[in-house]
C-alpha cells in the first residue's frame, strides 16, 4: 500500500485553544476513510490542514511526499467544504463549465451531471437561486471536476434530501472503484458505517480510536442475538452455550448477549431450543463512539 496523506506530531493551537493536540495518521492510496467527532474536536482543522489552508503549529503534513500548498499536488485534490462559494450570477451550467476549462484532464460536463443528479431545469439555474442542497450538489460538481485522485468532503451531505444523499453515497462507490481516496467527516454517523473502510475517531483534539468500523464496534460493543419463544424455557440452558456472556428478557423478546453471534446460533440449534423470530445486532459505530467518549470524559 502506498501512502499519500501522512501527518507527523500535528498541533494547530488558536490563541490559547489547542484545536489539533499532537495527532499521527497516513492515509494509504484508495482508501475511503471517515473523520468522526464532537464539534469542536478537530474534524475540519485537521481538513484544513491537508488541504494547505491552514498551517500547523507543530508537525508536519504531507500529500504525495510534499506540502499540501504545492501547485502539483494542489492538481491532484479536490474539496467539498462547509461553505460554498460561487458566482451567484451564472447559470450551474456555466459555473460547471468554466470550472472544467481550468483543468487538464477534467471529468466530462457529461459524467459530472450525471454524478450529482442536476435536471435540465436546475442546470438553467442562477446560483444565487439554489436551495442549500441544490448548492452541496453543485460543490460536489465543483471539487470533481479536474478528477483529482483525492477527495476532501466536508459534511457533504447536509442540507441534501434523502433522494440526493443516496446519489451522493452511490457516486463515492463509483469514485471508490476508480481508485480515489476519499476523505469524509459527517454527523451521521450511520453514512460513515456503511461507506467507510477505515474510521479516525477525534475527541478534544486527540485520536481516541482508529480503525475499520466493524473492528471498533467489535472492541467496544457486545453483539446479541435476540428471539421469541415458542414455549418455555430455562434460561440457565441458554448460559451453558459457549461465548454467552448475559441473558435477560424485555418486552417479550430473549436477548443473548456475547461475542460471537454465530456460536449462539449454532448452540441454539444444536440444543433444539423452541425459538423463533431470530434477529442479530452486531451494534452501531454510533453506540461505540459515546461508548469512547464516556470513556474519554471519565478519565
Known sequence: MEPIIELSQVSKVFKDKT???????SIQRGEVVAILGPNGAGKTTTMMMMLGLLDSTDGSVQLFGQSPKEKSTREKIGALL????VIDA?????????????????LSYEE???????????????ANKLSGGQKRRLGFALAMAGNPD?????????????TARKLFWNTINELKNRGKTIIFTTHYLQEADDVAERVILFHEGKIISDGTPKNIKARLLKQSVSFTLVSAINFEEIKTIPTVTDVYEKDGRIYVLTDNTDGVLAGLFSRKLP?????????????????????REAM
Open 19 to 25: 484545536a489539533v493536540d499532537q495527532i499521527s495518521f
Open 90 to 106: 451564472l447559470k450551474v451550467r456555466e459555473i460547471i463549465q468554466l470550472f472544467i476549462s481550468y483543468y487538464p484532464h477534467p
Open 150 to 162: 483525492v477527495l476532501f468532503f466536508d459534511e457533504p451531505t447536509v442540507g441534501m434530501d434523502v
Open 112 to 126: 459530472l451531471v450525471a454524478f450529482t443528479g442536476f435536471t435540465k431545469d436546475e442546470l438553467q439555474k442562477r
Open 275 to 295: 425459538v423463533q423470530n431470530i434477529e442479530i445486532d452486531r451494534g452501531r459505530l454510533e453506540d461505540a463512539f459515546e461508548q469512547l467518549v464516556e470513556k
Open 82 to 85: 462547509q461553505e460554498v462559494s
